[in-house]
């Protein structure tokens, strides 16, 4: 991607900021340089110098400088940039001893000042990447915030500002997507990763997990919230599990039927049922109208729902409906409280909807969408009535619909595919929630 001039001017910055960030000698004139030769429209978060081990150290090196921000705060400001890479990809920092520059930890975070510094404004830090050290260096004329920030002046969001340098010193370079951490111009006021991001990160220290991508809004965007969650190859379920009006994350895991809900939307532990059979699919909804959500199977091998009104209770519901093929479905289509199946045939892009847990012939059946596109149902407009959607990974694009009919979509939010870039989520599963307890479902991705 980048001409011998513009590697070589990369490698010199690169050395000389490892080298301030050890005591030694200024890096301004490689910046003078930098910024001459290498063009902004070559630059993506997909483009990077070097990785580095999964596991990293880092330390604070002056901490007792003037112009570190006061550690209360400046700590975990630093560390919240740091956990925005942890939650994207298999990338983990362990805090080492509290050192000074020439310590032997993988990444050391300073404060410079003097006549490194070109005053408030400007140049507000330096970073290498891994194979350079991967030191961090920010610029102690700036003035700090912990909370709030002002585009190109004074104060500066730390979080955002250390999240940039510390992307770099994971080893990713600047991006041409403004909405990206890793932004060549960026206004240090972002404090979420964007696609383009993750799909940098990931591409360099991959992944372990599967990983949720939750969005509070319809709307195309970035995610609000990304962290693993469990392994690779499970599958995703929502679910409000404690009828506290927020529904939470889950997996299945096919290969040991078994359940793992979460009552929280971040990364940790959940509770674990086991139930079904080799081959079936999840499904989950509120069977008896009691405001929990609860599991169930689909067997395709037979057509037949297994539904249970209490995670670690008996089958309650035992029914056929539908073929081998099909995508097992939940929602309230009749808005009466109660939670139906449904199914989606993705040989014929239908969908077939039923108002009661029973055998019999769908209430309402309605075609949409194209071959490739997957399912997802939520109560878009927070109607009272849950209504059908399709997520079409080709061109990462939701397609929502505020009735069960025929008709145009009256959502269509980009999702999972920068347009700046083109990079698409690798292995994207559609899910959706009211992941912030609004009362109204939003959609989400999960990465298997």
């Known amino acids: 991607m980048f001409g011998h001039v513009e590697v070589e001017c990369m ?9 301030y960030a050890r005591g030694v000698v200024s890096v301004v004139m490689a910046v003078a340089i930098l910024t001459a030769v290498l063009p902004a429209s070559q630059a993506q978060a997909f483009a990077h110098t070097c990785g580095g081990p999964t596991t990293r150290t880092y330390v604070f090196g002056n901490l007792l400088n003037p112009r570190f921000p006061p550690p209360e705060w400046g ?16 990338v983990h920092f362990v805090p080492g001893e509290i050192a000074s520059p020439g310590g032997d930890s993988e990444t050391t975070i300073t404060w410079y000042e003097g006549g490194l510094s070109d005053g408030p404004g400007g140049v507000r830090g330096y970073s290498s990447p891994p194979c350079e050290g991967g030191d961090v260096s920010l610029d102690g004329a700036e003035t700090w915030s912990s909370s709030t920030g002002v585009p190109f002046g004074q104060p500066v969001l730390l979080k955002s500002l250390a999240a940039h340098h510390i992307g770099h010193a994971l080893g990713l370079l600047e991006s041409s997507d403004p909405a990206s951490i890793m932004y060549q111009d960026g206004e240090w006021m972002q404090t979420r990763l964007s696609w383009d991001d993750i799909g940098g990160i990931q ?9 949720y991508h939750l969005r509070n809004s319809n709307t ?4 609000d919230n990304s962290f693993g969650y469990y392994a690779r190859g499970d599958r995703p379920v929502t679910g409000d599990w404690n009828a506290d009006g927020t529904d939470t994350i ?15 939307n971040n990364r940790g532990g959940g509770s674990v049922f086991t139930y079904g059979a080799s081959g079936d699919r999840p499904v989950v909804g509120d069977w008896n109208g009691d405001k929990k959500d609860t599991i169930g199977v689909y067997r395709p091998s037979t057509g037949t729902f297994y539904l249970k009104n209490h995670n670690d209770g008996s089958t309650v519901y035992t029914f056929g409906f539908g073929s081998s093929e099909d995508i097992p479905l939940a929602g309230d289509w009749n808005e009466d409280g109660i939670d139906t199946i449904g199914l989606y045939r993705p040989s014929n892009r239908t969908f077939y909807l039923r ?20 399912p997802v149902v939520g109560d878009w407009n927070a109607s009272g009535t849950d209504t059908i959607g399709l997520f079409r ?6 397609y929502l619909w505020n009735a069960n009919s025929p008709g145009e979509p009256n959502l269509t939010p980009i999702y999972g595919k920068p347009a700046s870039s083109g990079v698409t989520v690798l292995n994207p599963l559609p899910v959706a929630g009211d992941w912030d307890g609004n009362g109204t479902p939003t959609i989400g991705l999960f990465q298997y």
């Open 203 to 211: 591409h360099l220290y991959g992944r372990v997990e599967g990983y």
């Open 355 to 374: 108002n009661s847990n029973s055998s019999g012939v769908p209430d309402v059946t309605v075609q949409q969408g194209n071959v490739g596109d997957l």
């Open 220 to 223: 195309t965007g970035v995610p």
């Open 250 to 264: 889950g997996v299945y895991r096919p290969s040991n039927r078994t359940f793992y809900l979460r009552n929280l």
């Open 393 to 398: 990974p080709s061109n990462g694009t939701y």
């Open 11 to 19: 490698r010199v910055l690169h050395r000389l900021t490892a080298s």
């Open 75 to 90: 700590i975990p400001a630093v560390e919240e940039g740091m956990n925005l890479w942890e939650r994207a990809a298999n």
